[in-house]
T-cell receptor
Framework: ETGVTQSPTHLIKTRGQQVTLRCSSQSGHNTVSWYQQALGQGPQFIFQYYREEENGRGNFPPRFSGLQFPNYSSELNVNALELDDSALYLC?????????????FGQGTRLTVV | RKEVEQDPGPFNVPEGATVAFNCTYSNSASQSFFWYRQDCRKEPKLLMSVYSSGNEDGRFTAQLNRASQYISLLIRDSKLSDSATYLCVVTLSGNTPLVFGKGTRLSVIA
């Protein structure tokens, strides 16, 4: 396995609620990226954290926010959930020093908004 | 135009067949290229990196044509266990985000 763990694995929320997803990065990796994968689509980049600072953001609204902690673990927060937020949320850890920018993915959190 | 485009699929092939996946990317500044494999309801996993000189790993061969901004993956002697979605991925240099194609689903049939 990759050493990247995400929690929870599955989650059901109601429209309008807020959710926090968590990710523990692989040992030695200081960069965490979050992706949203809707059914039948490829993963879409949400944002990236490097050494506790946001280091790039994709085309997602401000209600998607994040955080990275000193141990490089990370959280993804989504406010005012919408039905279209139902997706697999993937966390990937990497290191600038890693060969070929290889990113290691966690198993994902499957979020269902009803 | 999407940044990374792949064959729409799905590909349904018999065991032992050779199958090729194609991918194009729009950002000519892209520097790193990969194929990831994703099993149903699982996370993507790196299958192989793609180099300009082409590279081979057992039954898998990847090619990159920078001039055409085209990437390919060839799978020879398909196995049932090759059934998965294959994602074409590009990125700018360094620790920049991965840009994924939509993926092409492969089903290898006995």
């Amino acid at each position: 396995e990759t050493g990247v763990t995400q929690s929870p694995t599955h989650l059901i929320k109601t429209r309008g609620q807020q959710v926090t997803l968590r990710c523990s990065s692989q040992s030695g990796h200081n960069t965490v990226s979050w992706y949203q994968q809707a059914l039948g689509q490829g993963p879409q980049f949400i944002f990236q954290y490097y050494r506790e600072e946001e280091n790039g953001r994709g085309n997602f609204p401000p209600r998607f926010s994040g955080l990275q902690f000193p141990n490089y673990s990370s959280e993804l927060n989504v406010n005012a959930l919408e039905l279209d937020d139902s997706a697999l949320y993937l966390c990937a850890s990497s290191s600038p020093a890693a060969r070929d920018t290889e990113a290691f993915f966690g198993q994902g959190t499957r979020l269902t908004v009803v | 135009r999407k940044e990374v485009e792949q064959d729409p699929g799905p590909f349904n092939v018999p065991e032992g067949a050779t199958v090729a996946f194609n991918c194009t990317y729009s950002n000519s500044a892209s520097q790193s290229f990969f194929w990831y494999r994703q099993d149903c309801r699982k996370e993507p996993k790196l299958l192989m990196s793609v180099y300009s000189s082409g590279n081979e790993d057992g039954r898998f061969t990847a090619q990159l044509n920078r001039a055409s901004q085209y990437i390919s993956l060839l799978i020879r002697d398909s196995k049932l266990s090759d059934s998965a979605t294959y994602l074409c991925v590009v990125t700018l240099s360094g620790n920049t985000p991965l840009v994924f194609g939509k993926g092409t689903r492969l089903s290898v049939i006995a």
